[in-house]
């Protein structure tokens, strides 16, 4: 294996040592079989650093693809560091690792320099005194507590806890999950935590996730606040006990100056709102249509009395207690509000829902919220600093082509036509930091969420701009990956990073017990040209009398809004373990709504919609086509998640579903005239489809996989490649046949660019090849001269558009790449499919004979309930 190099950068202005950063590393394939035949080494010393590592993908030969890496780092502020991952003939182990232990109830943690325990039951964690220290010991505990609407406590009762016991730990991370109950077990709310702990450091990391399992009531597919499955409750907060304070010091950000408080007997500080121009923003209406944010940014309160205000709040809360030092930290204060941070004599509370809000707190039918904070025992105050801007590792562009583990992926020596609008979204005027302010995208319902501004290019002039959320539409969280693997700048990782959380929480509809069409889904962006009013991230609401799509006023997650590459991405790069589980929810998610439920019911009304349907149109005369999924994005999104969870997974159930699907939708020898692809407003999204198709392709390459079914895929795409040569034309010459003609439009030009360029790859005869290429680049000249002359051309979904389907190099990476792609003879094919009255019949029976064979009374009565 050749050595990895590895750049960190401290930009925060923030000295670090011994630092455990944490990121995926990506590895060409047939490179690395197996992780303990590595070290990491600071190159300027040439010496070795403590690390872990595990595998989380690997190549179709067993080589890893992707692991897991996490070393300790030292870095001055605003200095560089290089480190390198090399082979060796056999790795050392850790001198030093975490000590781990159980008791019956608890679990017992030993970093080297600080001793922990977590509670089995109740997940209280419990700072012991090491044993060279004075006894007896008044320990330090931490203990999630909540209260409801009518102030009674609840408290986590633990289902689940586990931890991974494998040795040469730098990071030991507890996994639980339950439910917040009272003292007579009634639930509140359900809960999932992981507990970090760091080898030779006294700081504890703690995520905490509340969860709504209820489905929602969402009469007539209108998805309000106010739903009778919401959970609403009036604070959760982190509660460390601890010996007497002595001394208090607050900062309102690590590069601050401390201040003291040790004259006063509590201490709050409260943030209220974002503190940002628009804080009182329509975003955040409530279930009643009210804005209940009382004041701009943060107070700072001393006994009561108001010591200190500001718009924005960092704040490090520390104290000197009896028994040593604790630091306390909330990740994402102000981004996340309303939070709070309260102190008393004995106590800290770290306030992630506060009770100061001026309204309950409403979790929706199937959301989630994770929030993270910190806690150090270190005598150093500044212990924690590292965590408002924690490492992030990067490695040039050049290793990520080589190491192929994003397909196609070249890094490009010249500057494209489209780059320059691309970087606006980083600097521009309405980068996509800036586009939070505009309809103040923040608090723990929003933030990471990405402003949908294209949504207000039909509006008024002074009228307020619509609040509408873009809900990961055409999938930005792959968009940002994608340019932070490009550039190695750190804000798209910070792009990447914020969106997928949010999406992974609020986003998806977490719960089983809806429609199986619903059912841990991906709800649409919300509406088109409409206000979002208090539907919040969740498409359609009651205060609007139509949808934007004529005819249509409600409905729920749906397959033409499934995007899972970049969740996947993230899970590598990031190691984000909830990403992960989000592809597989989402994949099997789009299993449920193409394949349907096995309720007879369902069954019924299938047949009804499909073939009877189709029986009667046969009477009529028509000559159809047997293929079961339309050529939409939908089956183009199915596609790609079924690839996306084969690919975290290697199970190949996945890859055969995937072949399924691509053979029941298209033929090589397609009449592609006859599916009336030129009715943009309708069929544009089969470019969706055919990106999928290469996707496909893309993954048997990467297995050497050239069997009938690469074959039919590629042939097929090849088929519908020619059809676009000869007939596809930009969508705005017939903007007659649009219901809104503008330059989203232009943007989508890039897809048909792209398509072209890999019918070129796939294409064995020259001649056709060089006729892909002169129509793409064609086509791309004309995307570029209107885009850069657009007003509107720094739209969220434009940019999006450009930020994953933009290559300015795709001529080379077609001829870099042709000549590795295997070439064959043409198969005969016969026809494409026929639908008669007799497949039609044959279908329908097939339909009952599983519904017969899997039904039960409460599946019937569970899915008539879910309609009613």
Not at 4 to 23: H, M
Not at 309 to 330: H, M, N, Q, W
Not at 824 to 841: C, E, F, H, N
């Amino acid at each position: 294996m050749n050595p990895i190099d590895i750049y960190i950068d401290e930009t925060a202005g923030i000295s670090r040592t011994s630092e455990c950063v944490k990121f995926g590393v990506p590895v060409k394939k047939s490179e690395l079989f197996k992780l303990d035949r590595i070290a990491v080494i600071n190159v300027e010393n040439n010496e070795a650093v403590m690390f872990q590592a595990q595998p989380t993908a690997t190549w179709s030969d067993s080589s890893i693809k992707w692991f897991l890496l996490e070393f300790m780092v030292d870095v001055d502020n605003d200095a560089s560091a290089h480190y390198q991952i090399i082979s060796v003939d056999q790795a050392k182990a850790n001198p030093h690792s975490i000590k781990v232990s159980e008791r019956e109830n608890a679990i017992l943690i030993d970093t080297g320099v600080a001793r922990f325990e977590v509670n089995k039951q109740t997940l209280t964690i419990i700072k012991h005194d090491l044993p060279d220290q004075d006894s007896p010991s008044s320990e330090c505990s931490c203990t999630i507590e909540a209260e409801d609407s009518s102030q009674k406590h609840f408290s986590p009762s633990v289902s689940n806890i586990s931890f991974n016991s494998s040795p040469n730990k730098l990071r030991l991370t507890i996994e639980a999950s339950g439910n917040l109950v009272d003292d007579k077990l009634n639930m509140l709310i359900a809960y999932e935590s992981r507990i970090s702990f760091f080898l030779e450091h006294s700081h504890v990391e703690v995520e905490f996730c509340i969860h709504n399992p209820n489905a929602a009531a969402h009469p007539g597919g209108l998805w309000d606040l106010g739903d009778q499955g919401s959970i609403y409750f009036k604070e959760l907060s982190a509660n460390i006990r601890c010996p007497a304070i002595n001394e208090l010091t607050v900062k309102q950000s690590a590069n601050s100056k401390w201040r003291s408080y040790d004259e006063v007997r509590s201490l709050t500080i409260y943030q209220d709102s974002s503190g940002g121009e628009n804080w009182k923003s329509n975003n955040h209406k409530n279930r009643k249509g009210h804005v209940t944010n009382t004041f701009k940014g943060y107070k700072i309160f001393a006994d009561g009395k108001v010591k200190a205000t500001g718009d924005r709040a960092t704040p490090f809360v520390s104290a000197l207690t009896e028994k040593g030092r604790l630091t306390c930290y909330i990740k994402h204060f102000w981004q996340n509000f309303p939070t709070a941070i309260e102190v008393v004599p004995d106590a800290i509370q770290l306030k992630l829902f506060p009770s100061n809000y001026a309204d309950l707190f409403e979790l929706q039918p199937g959301e989630k919220k994770t929030q993270i904070f910190y806690l150090s025992f270190a005598d150093d105050q500044t212990d924690l600093d590292r965590f408002v801007k924690p490492l992030l590792p990067r490695f040039d562009a050049g290793y990520w082509e080589r190491s192929q583990v994003i397909p196609y992926f070249y890094v490009s020596d010249t500057v494209g036509m489209l780059d320059p609008i691309i970087e606006e979204g980083l600097t521009g005027e309405h980068n996509f930091f800036e586009k939070r302010e505009v309809i103040d995208e923040y608090g723990w319902h929003n933030f990471g969420e990405i402003y949908a501004d294209h949504e207000t290019l039909y509006q008024k002039d002074g009228e307020l701009p619509y609040i509408s959320h873009y809900n990961n539409q055409y999938d930005p969280i792959y968009g940002f990956a994608r340019q932070y693997a490009m550039t190695g700048d750190a804000r798209w990782f910070e792009l990447m990073d914020d969106l997928a959380r949010h999406v992974v929480d609020i986003d998806i509809y977490h719960t089983n017990g809806d429609r199986v069409e619903y059912n841990n889904g991906l709800f649409w962006h919300t509406d088109h040209y409409l206000d979002a009013h208090t539907c919040t991230h969740r498409t359609y609401s009651k205060h609007n009398a139509t949808s934007s799509i004529e005819g249509q006023t409600g409905g729920g997650p749906g397959a033409e809004h499934c995007y899972t590459t970049g969740l996947m991405y993230h899970y590598y790069i990031a190691g984000n373990k909830d990403s992960y589980a989000a592809v597989l929810k989402l994949a099997n998610w789009m299993i449920n709504i193409h394949e349907g439920s096995f309720s007879l019911l369902a069954q019924l009304l299938s047949i009804k919609k499909n073939e009877l349907a189709k029986i009667k149109q046969l009477i009529k005369g028509a000559n159809l086509v047997d293929y079961k999924y339309p050529l939409t994005r939908g089956t183009g999104n199915y596609i790609t998640a079924l690839l996306d969870a084969y690919q975290l997974t290697n199970d190949s159930c996945w890859l055969l579903q995937t072949e399924r699907v691509i053979k029941e939708t298209l033929h090589p020898n397609d009449n592609v005239s006859e599916r009336e692809l030129l009715n943009f407003e309708v069929s544009w999204s089969y470019v969706v489809f055919l990106r999928a198709l290469v996707k496909y392709l893309f993954v048997k390459y990467a297995r050497n996989e050239y069997d009938e079914h690469y074959f039919y895929a590629r042939d097929s795409f090849l088929t519908y490649a020619k059809w676009m040569l000869e007939n596809e034309r930009p969508y705005l010459d017939n903007d007659d046949v649009l219901e809104f003609p503008n330059d989203t439009w232009v943007a989508q030009e890039i897809r048909k660019v792209n398509l072209l360029h890999y019918a070129s790859l796939f294409e064995p005869d020259p001649s056709w090849q060089q006729s892909y290429i002169k129509r793409a680049q064609e086509l791309l000249d004309y995307t570029g001269s209107k885009l850069i002359k657009s007003n509107t051309k720094y739209f969220s979904r434009i940019q999006i558009i450009l930020l994953q389907n933009y290559e300015s190099n795709l001529i080379f990476i077609c001829n870099k790449l042709r000549s590795e792609f295997k070439e064959y003879s043409k198969s005969d094919y016969g026809k494409p499919p026929v639908i008669t009255m007799l497949k039609l019949a044959s279908s329908a029976m097939m339909k009952l004979s599983k519904a017969i064979k899997k039904t039960s009374i409460k599946n019937e009565i569970d899915w008539v309930k879910t309609r009613m």
